[in-house]
């Protein structure tokens, strides 16, 4: 590279002097002619551009031999520099010179770079560009001819990462990496190094925690899709029996966050129905037996009860569900279900699908415009009641404590599915199922009406009793076990284990759940 610009340099040095020399011989031979109208250096000059240029205005000519020589010269050179300038221009258009003309004209702007431009590449961009007027989008490959042209502005650069984002020169936000394809992190070579340079990186994943270095943070898109659909459909307290079809990536996901935070009631008996391979799952949560009756429907606590038959085989099931959860990997054969149960089965309950594309008439979910937002990858807002839990947390006590970003997965986890259950609490405390959203007005009122039922101490050992199920829940998902100290390593707790076995001190410490309502209402504010 060092070779190749020392070498244009030259050239340009010497085609400047050979114009210099050309204009000096110019000059020299007509000045000495009384006839010449080329009398100065000035007129060379201008003859020189106006014939090179091709306009010809005829006002300036040589009469001299020599002139005429120089002249000629002029007149061959300019057809070699228009054709020149005309592909220097069109190779500017066509390649990268002029995308990254534009970028640097734009370094203050927020840049979201994409490794790719697939389906929810295109998807989440489309959502940037809604939310943020200040964003600019960037491919990093060539638009393809078979793609339509987006709907917004964007760039497509094939160049390296370390270029484009050298281009910014470290001016207003930091750049965000978007790799949108599934474990792309590890097989993309346009990942290489990411974590050196100074940019957001956010990488689709499959399995891993949030973070992998200070920079590079993953998203499940099957984790957002699971929590957006218990936030828009919570459960109700009417449904006690639902069934799951399809049990890939999606269900478990979905059933993972129905576990964690589907807690109504300490008399609950919700009964989980889950038709696909389930093995690997229970054995990964093996611990799940202290909590649920497994394979069998029960009457005092919740159940999980996973069929080896097909789904089709079980009528009595379907028709007697409180809610079916279409949830396929494969989208093609989800829909195929959702056609043959409405067809041929006479059912009670809601049917929702999962549906990458809104669907309306059907009760869908997981559509990408829903899931492939900035609040779902990026998470500024889904994750902002968990966020404010642990600053709120670090306030209250007096010794040092890590900050939302220093946390582990585990006890990140803790803090989400804590934040997720304030909409199930919103809910319980204000007796009203349409709510599917946390705002300050209405936690504000399930906080007052906390304070007024919690006086009667048979209500307050309710309440504790419900978020000690929810706390539960989490720590034996992730197999943790009853031990007489907390030990971290061997995942023991001296809380797991049943409500009336805490001591009235441990039992106290279930308020704070409810209680936190009271702080984090004028923050949502």
């Known amino acids: 590279m060092k070779t190749r610009k020392t070498f244009c340099l030259y050239l340009i040095i010497m085609t400047a002097l050979v114009y210099i020399g050309?204009?000096?011989?110019?000059?020299?031979?007509?000045?000495?002619?009384?006839?010449?109208?080329?009398?100065?250096?000035?007129?060379?000059?201008?003859?020189?551009?106006v014939t090179l240029t091709t306009v010809g205005y005829g006002d300036l000519i040589p009469v001299t031999p020599l002139g005429h020589m120089v002249g000629m010269i002029f007149l061959l050179m300019s057809a070699g520099i228009m054709v020149t300038m005309l592909g220097a221009v069109v190779s500017f258009i066509t390649s990268e010179g002029l995308p990254f003309f534009l970028l640097g004209l734009q370094r203050r702007k927020n840049w979201y770079y994409f490794v790719d431009c697939g389906v929810e590449s295109n998807t989440l961009a489309a959502n940037i560009h809604k939310e943020d007027p200040n964003a600019l989008i960037i491919y990093g490959e060539k638009r393809s001819s078979q793609s339509e042209i987006p709907d917004y502005p964007c760039i497509f650069l094939t160049a390296s990462l370390h270029r484009i984002v050298a281009k910014k020169k470290n001016t207003g936000t930091k750049c965000r990496v978007f790799l949108m394809k599934e474990n792309d992190i590890g097989v993309n070579s346009r990942a290489v190094n990411l974590h050196e340079l100074p940019v957001e990186v956010y990488a689709?994943?499959?399995?891993?925690?949030?973070?992998?270095?200070?920079?590079?943070?993953?998203?499940?898109?099957?984790?957002?899709?699971?929590?957006?659909?218990?936030?828009?459909?919570?459960?109700?307290r009417h449904e006690n029996t639902i069934v799951l079809i399809g049990f890939g990536n999606y269900g478990s996901s979905i059933l993972e966050r129905a576990i964690l935070n589907n807690i109504l009631s300490v008399e609950q008996h919700v009964a989980y129905h889950v038709f696909g391979v389930a093995?690997?799952?229970?054995?990964?949560?093996?611990?799940?037996?202290?909590?649920?009756?497994?394979?069998?429907?029960?009457?005092?606590?919740?159940?999980?009860?996973?069929?080896?038959?097909?789904?089709?085989?079980?009528?009595?099931?379907?028709?007697?569900?409180?809610?079916?959860?279409i949830c396929e990997d494969d989208e093609q054969k989800g829909w195929s279900i959702f056609w043959t149960l409405n067809k041929y089965y006479r059912t009670i309950g809601r049917i929702d699908l999962r549906s990458s594309r809104k669907a309306p008439g059907v009760s869908y979910f997981g559509a990408n415009e829903d899931i492939y937002t900035s609040q779902q990858i990026i998470r500024t807002e889904l994750n902002q009641a968990a966020i404010m839990i642990n600053e709120l947390f670090r306030r209250s006590v007096s010794y040092a404590t890590l900050d939302w970003n220093e946390l582990d997965d585990l006890h990140r986890q803790s803090k989400i599915v804590a934040a997720d259950h304030l909409l199930m609490k919103t809910r319980i405390l204000l007796e009203d199922e349409t709510i599917t959203e946390l705002t300050d007005s209405s936690v504000k009122k399930a906080y007052d009406t906390y304070c007024r039922t919690a006086q009667q101490e048979s209500v307050k050992e309710m309440y504790r009793k419900l978020d000690h199920m929810r706390w539960l829940r989490f720590y034996i998902f992730y197999n943790w076990s009853y031990g007489p100290v907390r030990n971290d390593e061997a995942r023991q707790h001296p809380m797991l284990c049943a409500y009336e076995e805490l001591t009235p001190e441990q039992r106290r410490e279930r308020d704070a759940a409810w209680e936190l309502m009271g702080s984090i209402f004028p923050e949502l504010e």
Not at 25 to 32: A, F
Not at 282 to 291: A, D, F, K, T
């Open 22 to 49: 050309l204009l000096t011989i110019l000059y020299c031979s007509e000045s000495s002619s009384s006839d010449a109208v080329i009398r100065t250096f000035g007129d060379a000059f201008w003859y020189s551009l």
């Open 279 to 325: 093995g690997e799952f229970l054995s990964v949560h093996n611990q799940l037996g202290e909590l649920f009756s497994l394979n069998r429907e029960s009457k005092v606590r919740d159940s999980l009860i996973f069929h080896d038959e097909a789904w089709s085989e079980n009528r009595p099931v379907l028709e007697q569900a409180s809610r079916i959860i």
């Open 204 to 236: 689709r994943t499959t399995n891993g925690q949030d973070q992998l270095s200070g920079n590079i943070n993953f998203f499940h898109s099957y984790e957002c899709c699971a929590r957006q659909y218990w936030r828009s459909k919570p459960l109700c």
